[in-house]
């Protein structure tokens, strides 16, 4: 058999021969370079199951390749029929090796025991019968193409079906339980690539086999560059196997590849010599395309980088925020109760309960009244900031008047008024204002803290409450004429612990709390309140806005 040779002269470097077409080498070529590629630069990057099994998938389509040229070129038939016999069971060991690629890739784990064991028992009878007439019962010795024995054809075709087939139900099973979106998408982009390709290369042999013409089979290779896209997309779209920048790389690869494979169509050396610039080019921008991605890419982590660590430290400045929230709450509580003893043992002894009181005692007794009131307040500030912040402040809305408030308030700040030697106005409105929605308790300490306000830093003059009727809504402006407010303090008034600057100098007791509390308590109404001012020394209006109605 050994002297037997073909009608065509012998092949050079096993695989250059006029009896192969151009097209097969560019077929060939361009399916081994993206699977050797590919399947090289993912071992690299990640070494797992799974990129060793892709990478023995892209092994064995290269021999089977190498192989196939082989059968093409060689001019003797004891090689054709080694080279024949052995690429069967390659392209069986391929089927059962993206069997087990689909299944490691689904799962991210190794396939149990008895999958391998039932892969092996299938492939015995090709390996056992492998050179015995129940794969290749003769060769054509005009054609050089072997006969394949109607066992080997049905049962390596039936094989392959069997683990289409099977990678079939094994997304299916997966794609059923799979709850997460992406991992959907990848699961099904990656069985559309992964049974295109087998499909194509099934259907190229299948057709060979049947009806003995083996050119259309080469249309088959064209399954695997199909496939390489498929999984270049996931890695890309998905950060599948954890790679970046592949992108940039298979794209130029592409271009080099594509380029490159045109030199088994050039005939002349001016087509040489311009597809070996336009190469050599491609290369070089290639190159410099590949290193502004790479540059990129690493900018994009430092950044991502940077962006968790400043969430991190958000989270632990919110967990720092709650635990001082509730210690200012569990602290707040705990002096509430001997405050307002104090409080109401001082106003027994202002009032002769206990007996008379020395006058000098009755001034000292004054101050620690006021300071104690001063404490209360604070403590309600931030008690009021504890629930704001953690979402417990709770309101009762229901139809409230306003003008009993504003009666009241003014009656209570009266006294402080005179003492003061200020004066204290209210403007109503001639006709009765509608019932509002609101929590008038929170509304009459939201008014109280701009009235106290308003006496507290006013000299000279006095204060105003004009409350006016819109169609909607009810305006409510306090306005006084004392320091004022200069015009670049404004935007910060209404902040956590802020005061004005010349705020300390007629009253150093404030603490920057009231006017925030109020702005919060006012929003949850659905209304509005600012401050306008002349300037320093020319008094300023706090002004709120509530509607009549909440709008939903």
């Known amino acids: 058999m050994n002297s037997l040779t073909c009608p065509w002269d012998p092949a050079k470097f096993f695989i250059i021969s006029n009896n192969v077409p151009a097209l097969f080498y560019y077929s060939h070529g361009v399916a081994v370079l993206a699977a050797l590629i590919l399947g090289a630069f993912l071992l690299y990057k990640k070494r797992d199951l799974s990129t060793i099994i892709f990478f023995a998938i892209n092994i064995l389509f290269s021999l089977w390749i190498f192989f196939d040229l082989i059968e093409w070129a060689s001019n003797r038939i004891d090689a054709i029929y080694f080279f024949w016999v052995a690429m069967i069971l390659v392209e069986l060991l391929i089927y059962a090796l993206a069997l087990y690629l689909t299944n490691v890739f689904f799962k991210k784990t190794d396939i149990s025991f008895l999958t391998k064991s039932a892969l092996f028992i299938l492939l015995l009878p090709v390996v056992v019968l492998l050179s015995t007439k129940y794969i290749l019962t003769k060769t054509n010795s005009t054609t050089c193409v072997p006969t394949e024995s109607k066992f080997i054809i049905y049962y390596s075709y039936g094989f392959e079906i069997l683990m289409l087939l099977s990678i079939v139900f094994s997304y299916v099973r997966n794609i059923r339980v799979e709850k997460d979106g992406i991992n959907k998408r990848k699961i099904t982009l990656f ?28 249309y088959g290779l064209f399954g695997m560059p199909i496939f390489i896209g498929f999984l270049v997309y996931i890695i890309v779209k998905f950060k599948a196997f954890n790679i970046k920048l592949l992108g940039a790389q298979a794209l130029v690869v592409a271009q080099f590849a594509m380029i490159g494979s045109m030199f088994f169509f050039a005939t002349s050396t001016t087509n040489i010599v311009l597809l070996s610039i336009t190469l050599a080019g491609t290369a070089v921008m290639g190159w410099y395309l590949i290193r502004a991605v790479k540059l990129e890419v690493q900018r994009k982590e430092e950044l991502q980088f940077m962006s968790d660590k400043l969430a991190n430290a958000n989270d632990q400045l919110r967990k720092l925020d709650n635990a001082k929230s509730e210690f200012i709450s569990i602290a707040s509580h705990q002096l509430r109760t001997p405050l307002t003893a104090i409080k109401g043992f001082v106003s027994l002894l202002l009032e002769g309960t206990y007996g008379d009181i020395n006058p000098q005692a009755i001034g000292a007794l004054n101050k620690v009244y006021q300071a104690n009131d001063h ?31 504003i009666t009241e308030l003014k009656d209570n700040f009266a006294l402080m008024a005179k003492d ?39 000299k000279k003059g006095g204060v105003t409450m004009r409350v006016e009727r819109e169609p909607k809504l009810v305006r409510l402006t306090v306005s006084d004429t004392g320091i004022g407010v200069p015009a670049d303090e404004i935007p910060y008034l209404f902040g956590k612990f802020s005061r004005g600057k010349d705020t300390t100098r007629l009253n150093a007791t404030g603490t920057g709390l009231g006017l925030y509390v109020g702005r919060e308590m006012i929003a949850a109404h659905h209304g509005k309140i600012w401050v306008e001012s002349d300037g320093a020394d020319r008094g300023s209006r706090f002004i709120i806005e509530l509607p009549i109605k909440h709008q939903d």
Do not use: C, H
Request: glycine share 8%; charged share 20%; proline share 4%.
């Open 420 to 458: 003061n030697g200020l004066y204290l106005d209210v403007k109503l409105p001639t006709e009765p204002l509608p019932e509002i929605e609101m929590d008038g308790g929170k509304i009459r300490e939201v008014i109280s803290n701009l009235i106290s306000n308003a006496l507290k830093y006013t």
């Open 375 to 405: 404490l209360v307040q604070l403590v309600e500030d931030l008690l009021n900031i504890s629930r704001i912040e953690s979402g417990r402040m709770q309101y009762e809305f229901r139809a409230w008047k306003l003008e009993p408030i």
């Open 191 to 218: 069985t559309v690539g992964i049974i295109t390709f087998l499909a194509a290369f099934s259907s190229g042999n299948i057709i060979g086999s049947f009806t003995e013409d083996w050119n259309i089979a080469q």
